[in-house]
């Protein structure tokens, strides 16, 4: 292989998941705080979507690598079974031999383990990876175990990952019952090109490159063109480029082996392929590629008729809550932890409350999610969120300064009446 060549230690791009080659991008960062989460609070309860090869194993794996030894796991990743095989599953984990358990006897055998294991001290968490092919009557399941609760507490923490068909299922009407139990959801967007180069970079560095740079600047952007920023894509050809480098005992990579590599694998630019990363809703198909840098939208926030934030939405995803880790902090006894999301695309930003105490409201009527449209304004407590979609705005800009709209019509989207609270804190 390269490695003599290279003068490296260890492959830097293979395709296994392998915690000590990974990069934490921003949003790789965030889903991992966010299963941390699941440790904290008793009844933890996390979703993590990412399209296929965009790192989610990875992040569990370390995850879990780095867990105190009172948590005790059960980690599946077989995922289309039956319900009794799903529970047979998750009590062979935690050391039962069950097999020939009835349905019956198995939730009782968890039941009372759960119960036992919260009495010793101890915290109990199920990860289930490729969650997106557990059938309905298998999420029930899981719903009937996130209720397993002492007069204080729940007694099991729960992260489900999976690629973005997780979260059609969730939003289901079958699931409504179990949707409104998971504390926080999160999607792994693409890595940027920023990050694309820095993940190339601590990759090698791992590897043994001690500070060499073995791919010009040139030859990422080539990359982040033909992989979309797409973890396991990018594994993929900086391998075979590296191959190509091999071929001819160069050891640098050039925009020529990059070439090779992808007239090699017979690919073509990311964003001519059929693109589901950004797909957020049943209803918004396959989505226009857009850079990670465009501002598609601005939150524009006020709360008693004072303006107090004015934010850029770009792509991926935009947390609003009560804590410091969201993207827009609203420090109110009405909002949540994490109470709402906005999921930024080229194709439009679709709004989803994260099961806040005291909702989200458009219009005077309560909603769950909902796809913006310019103008639209959403009352969260006591503020209130005025988006506005930049390319209407531009449209508008442009129809303005050449004489196509009259102005003297009052278009405007007139802000809504709060309606009245509960005095609920969130939670």
Known sequence: MYLELFRLKDLPFRLSPDPQFLYLSKHHARAKAYMESTIWFTDG????????????TTLIETFLREL????????????????IAFLQSVLVQFGFTPFKMKKAELLATLTNFLIEQYAAGRKVLLVVDEAQNLSNRVLEEVRLLSGVET?????????????????????????VQLAQRVRLKFHLTPLSKHDLKAY?????????????????DEALQTVFRYTGGVPRLINTLCDTAMMSAFAIDKDTVDVAEVQAAIDELQWVEYSSRTNRMSRVDLHVPVLRPVSPETVLGRLQVTTEGRTVAECELRPGRFIVGRTPDNDLQLDSKYISRHHCQLTVTADGVLVEDLNSTNGMYLEGRRVRRHLLHDGDVVVVGKHELRYSDEGVVRTRGFEIATGALDTSSTGRHESLQVPALQAVSGP
């Open 200 to 216: 190339v970079e601590h990759r090698l560095e791992v590897a043994g490159a001690s500070g060499r740079r073995i791919f010009s």
């Open 45 to 56: 309860f996390v979703v993590i979507t990412g399209e296929i090869g965009s790192g989610k």
């Open 68 to 83: 105190d030894q009172d948590v005790v796991v059960a980690q599946i990743n077989q995922t289309q079974v039956s319900p």
């Open 151 to 175: 007069t204080k507490d729940k007694t099991l923490r729960i992260i489900l990952a999976g690629q973005p068909e997780l979260n059609e299922k969730l939003n289901s009407p079958d699931l």
